[in-house]
């Protein structure tokens, strides 16, 4: 099992930056592939950004390049999702997941572990 903890959302304005994070525990972090997935009410939850295990491989969904960034600290058994120049849009609950292998990468249903989620609002 794969415990995952986000944290780091909150309220900020049109054109800020936050960076959530999420913890791990309870098998080797560094065998997972990290993604970070959101969620907006009413909406399907969308694949944002994924790293695999050693970091040298990286996924980012179309709307998103260029203002997120994905990394992870493999001491720290945490990901991190900068997101730059914030818009209101990005309003959502964002979510981490682990999963064993890179394939399939940017499925919510192949993911093997969620965290609970972190609250994004951006107000304009």
């Known amino acids: 099992q794969v415990q995952l903890v986000e944290s780091g959302g909150g309220l900020v304005q049109a054109g800020g930056s936050l960076r959530p994070s999420c913890a791990a525990s309870?098998?080797?972090?560094?065998?997972?592939?990290m993604g970070w997935f959101r969620q907006a009410p009413g909406k399907e939850r969308e694949f944002q950004a994924a790293?695999?295990?050693?970091?040298?491989?990286?996924i980012y969904a179309d709307s998103v390049k260029g203002r997120f960034t994905i990394s992870r600290d493999n001491a720290k058994n945490t990901v991190y999702l900068q997101i730059n120049n914030l818009k209101p849009e990005d309003t959502a609950v964002y979510y981490c997941?682990?999963?064993?292998?890179?394939?399939?990468?940017?499925?919510?249903?192949?993911?093997?572990?969620w965290g609970q989620g972190t609250q994004v609002t951006v107000s304009s």
């Open positions: 997941a682990a999963k064993r292998v890179w394939h399939r990468v940017t499925s919510s249903q192949q993911q093997d572990y």
């Open positions: 790293l695999s295990g050693s970091g040298g491989s990286t």
């Open positions: 309870g098998r080797t972090f560094s065998n997972y592939v």
